[in-house]
């Protein structure tokens, strides 16, 4: 296998072309991966820049420092974000993400990465108006690094190694930093038993879906109603999947409602379990294929079943800005978040 | 401009399918369930179907999880379950996706 190409000139368009018909890419315009540029990348990381770091299917590529900075440098990552994207390569390998699986699927799931701690401020994540959008070279190139790696060393082009039906815009760039300045709780990571600085958090899933609220008044029962509300489609994975998480990214005016009315972390994801439901009943007659524990199998028709086997699959955080838009973040289902610290 | 490939190594011999048989005759036919809703009804018939036209035989029908239980069609065969295939059968019927 090649290690470089020769491109005729320097140029966007040459590259693009050069790229384009490799079948390498995403179809926006690439930052041409030069020697110096990746060099650049990797005095971000320590370690054997050859070293696996993990395989990824269908294509089984193997990750390494070289090839995620390659695929960074191309995105048009900062250095100093480097070890940001090294962590959430790391993720996508571990085997509860199943990755293989996340490729395989015709379900139009994509890696969400949510960067938290010290590094969003360092090196310029936006974790607050606008958050998931556009405008942001760290949130967006960061993304866009993963789906760049996810194309080329796992293989996943829509078609061959990703059978997604329709695809989604999320399968260009899907990165969001944590607003733990506005958050009312820990941050996320914390929560979860990962206390360094910095560190990325994996969450294969649908896009945000939004819920808004304007007319609670604050009351917290009211926006926590909505907030279940939108996790009740029986168009979701997690109607059928008792594994499958919820990702609740609550905005800072929502999640001080709720902090206000003595609501834990913990609290929101019991009362979103408790009120997210539907009758099992409903659920057998869309769904023949259930992948449910044991207690929710052997429930009577009429016993209403949550969403999500356990509170705990239900994970709490803070972003965005000014405004009453919250957003929930269903799963594909048979894969597990992931969260790392952030080494280099 | 020189400039780097973004693929890199392949890590693990991908699996690939064994050459097809010559012919199908007195041969055994498995169905691996894969777990999408139908995929059992139509990989059953199809398997019936060879079977009648060819002269081979039914000889396993499986689920992909542990011993041969269901599993969800996100998740890869059971060991045990690939193992049984590969002793009791000679050509494999399965499929992935919907």
């Given at each position: ?11 966007p368009e ?6 384009a ?21 990797l ?14 299917p ?23 974000v ?12 571990q085997p ?19 960067v ?13 108006a ?6 942001n ?15 080329h ?10 059978a ?21 709780w ?9 206390m ?5 958090t ?13 007319e ?7 926006i ?17 999947i ?13 999640a001080?409602n ?6 834990t ?5 019991s ?15 869309h769904?023949?294929?259930?992948a ?12 209403m ?15 965005g800005g000014?405004?009453?838009h919250?957003?929930?973040?269903p ?14 | 401009?020189?400039?780097?490939t ?10 690939r ?5 010559a012919s199908l005759?007195?041969l055994?036919?498995?169905v691996?369930d894969?777990?999408?809703?139908n995929a ?8 019936e ?20 239980q ?29």
């Open positions: 296998m090649d290690t470089f190409i020769e491109v005729e000139e320097d140029s040459a590259l693009l072309k050069a790229y018909a490799r079948g390498w890419g995403d179809g926006l315009p690439l930052v041409a991966p030069t020697p110096e540029r990746v060099e650049r990348m005095a971000f990381a320590a370690g054997d820049p050859d070293e696996s770091l993990g395989v990824l269908p294509r089984s590529g193997v990750i390494t420092r070289r090839m995620t900075a390659v695929n960074a440098v191309l995105a048009g990552c900062a250095p100093e480097f070890p940001v994207v090294l962590g959430a390569a790391r993720a996508l390998a509860q993400v199943n990755i293989g699986g996340i490729n395989a699927t015709t379900h139009p799931v994509a890696p969400l990465l949510i938290s701690g010290d590094v969003v401020a360092q090196c310029g994540f936006n974790a607050g606008g958050a998931f959008g556009p405008g070279r760290a949130n967006a190139t960061v993304g866009r690094a993963v789906r760049l790696i996810l194309l060393i796992a293989g996943a082009r829509p078609g061959e190694g990703d997604s039906t329709q695809g989604g815009p999320a399968k260009y760039t899907y990165c969001v930093a944590e607003n733990t300045a506005d958050s009312p820990e941050s996320y990571p914390r929560s979860r038993g990962v360094s600085a910095s560190a990325v994996v969450h294969c899933g649908e896009g945000p879906h939004n819920v808004h609220d304007m609670a008044e604050g009351r917290a029962d009211l926590l109603d909505k907030l279940a509300s939108a996790m009740t489609s029986l168009g979701m994975n997690n109607a059928c008792g594994q499958g998480e919820f990702f609740v990214t609550l905005c800072p005016e929502h001080k709720i902090a206000a009315a003595s609501f972390r913990d609290d929101v994801s009362y979103l379990y408790e009120h997210a439901r539907h009758p099992a009943g409903l659920l057998r007659k769904f023949r294929s259930r449910w524990p044991a207690w929710m199998r052997s429930s009577a028709d009429d016993a079943l949550p969403m999500t086997a356990h509170p705990g699959n239900i994970r709490v955080l803070v972003v000014p405004g009453k919250s957003s929930i973040i799963s594909w289902g048979m894969t597990a978040s992931v969260t790392l610290p952030i080494e280099g | 401009m020189q400039v780097y973004p693929e890199g190594l392949i890590g693990q011999a991908q699996a399918r064994a050459a097809s048989p005759a007195g055994r036919i498995a691996l894969n777990g999408k809703p059992a009804l139509v990989m059953t018939r199809l398997a179907t060879l079977a009648a036209r060819t002269g081979a035989r039914l000889s396993l029908l499986t689920k992909k999880g542990p011993h041969g269901s599993a969800n069609a996100a998740i890869p065969a059971a060991a045990d379950t690939i193992a049984r295939v590969h002793a009791e059968a000679d050509v494999v019927i399965t499929g992935s996706a919907d």
